[in-house]
């Protein structure tokens, strides 16, 4: 059975902070990995895709990276801001007979001042 | 250009009603998926559509169902709503179906209260 495992579940940290999230996933065969960022209240906004061949691709402060052969991803936030606080959710896409994407839970980071 | 629009964005309901929950694409967007996020959880897929036709469905009950219109556009109807389905439906849009690498685009989604 396809699964994303994300951790932790939640996070809290301060202001101007760094802080990594992880994915572990049994999705297979594998197509992509996609980070994205949900505002409360909000649909997801994708933040970085990783695919087969990729370790590490950055977006501004947000770096993920890609180990396919422990199928682990992580997301690195480096120097926190206050509008980082949202929740993150790893999804996975399986190049096999079904398109349908598999979401972890999410990790719920909050940046204090 | 607008991104993908939901209506309404919040609704509130009674157990045993039906609601019809709206989703406008990504101008030329060809695909729209359907989630149901409880709070607290990632979102859990509902169904796809793409090319007005039925392509995947997750394992939601048959009181959920959805179609999708000439323009692209869809519904997701509900019958028969329990207090569990209480969450947030989101709707996705993308250029196709397979697994590419071109992003789902979400909506902000719809926010449905069973009482």
């Known amino acids: 059975k396809n699964q994303v495992e994300q951790s932790p579940q939640s996070l809290i940290i301060l202001e101007g902070k760094n802080c990594t999230l992880q994915?572990?996933?049994?999705?297979?065969?594998?197509?992509?990995l996609r980070w994205y960022k949900q505002d409360t209240g909000r649909g997801p906004v994708s933040l970085t895709i990783?695919?087969?061949?990729?370790n590490t691709k950055s977006n501004g402060r947000y770096t993920a990276t890609l180990d396919a052969d422990t199928k682990q991803s992580s997301l690195h936030i480096t120097a926190s801001q206050l509008s980082d606080s949202a929740s993150y959710i790893c999804?996975?896409?399986?190049?096999?007979?079904?398109?349908?994407?598999?979401f972890g839970r999410g990790t719920s980071l909050i940046v204090h001042p | 250009d607008a991104g993908v629009t939901q209506s309404p964005t919040h609704l509130i309901k009674t157990r045993g009603q039906q609601v019809t929950l709206r989703c406008s694409p990504i101008?030329?967007?060809?695909?729209v998926s359907w989630y149901q996020q409880v709070l607290g959880q990632g979102p859990q897929f509902i169904f796809q559509?793409?090319?007005?036709?039925?392509?995947g469905r997750g394992n939601f009950p048959d009181r959920f169902s959805a179609r999708q219109f000439p323009n692209y556009s869809s519904e997701l109807n509900v019958n028969a709503l329990l207090l569990g389905d209480s969450a947030l439906y989101l709707c996705?849009?993308?250029?196709?179906?397979?697994?590419?690498?071109?992003?789902?685009?979400f909506g902000d989604g719809t926010r449905l209260s069973i009482l």
């Open positions: 994915c572990n996933y049994t999705v297979s065969p594998f197509s992509n």
């Open positions: 999804v996975v896409r399986s190049s096999g007979g079904s398109y349908i994407p598999t």
């Open positions: 559509y793409y090319e007005k036709e039925e392509r």
């Open positions: 101008s030329g967007h060809k695909s």
């Open positions: 990783m695919t087969f061949s990729e």
């Open positions: 996705a849009s993308s250029l196709n179906r397979g697994p590419s690498n071109q992003p789902q685009h």
